[in-house]
């Protein structure tokens, strides 16, 4: 799938799942798949707990943001998450998704 598609599609099931607070969600969601990249399976917990490190934030408002995220990448099919709480990639994501920079994503 070309970058640009893939992009656009993470866009839109952001918004939809996280209306009010889109932004973060991209913001989480490039995080996320920057972490599976080079993880493609961590405990749902240290997942939470080092995105939200990285970007700086804590707080209830960020698990719900990571939730929203989270749902948004299993509904595109890009993460399952397996009992007990596993996160696992099972699809590879665009070969230049690595270049991709956060800023990119509110243009």
Do not use: C
Not at 32 to 56: H, P
Not at 59 to 83: F, K, Q, S, T, Y
Request: cysteine-free.
């Amino acid at each position: 799938m070309p970058m640009e598609d893939f992009m656009v599609m993470l866009r839109r099931v952001i918004e939809e799942e996280l209306p009010q607070n889109r932004e973060e969600g991209y913001k989480v969601a490039m995080a996320m798949l920057s972490y599976l990249q080079r993880y493609w399976s961590v405990g749902e917990l240290r997942l939470k707990f080092d995105i939200a490190k990285q970007l700086g934030s804590t707080g209830e408002n960020i698990m719900r943001i990571e939730d929203g995220v989270l749902r948004a990448l299993r509904r595109l099919g890009i993460v399952e998450v397996v009992e007990p709480g596993v996160v696992n990639r099972v699809k590879e994501l665009p070969k230049e998704f690595v270049k991709v920079r956060l800023d990119s994503l509110f243009t």
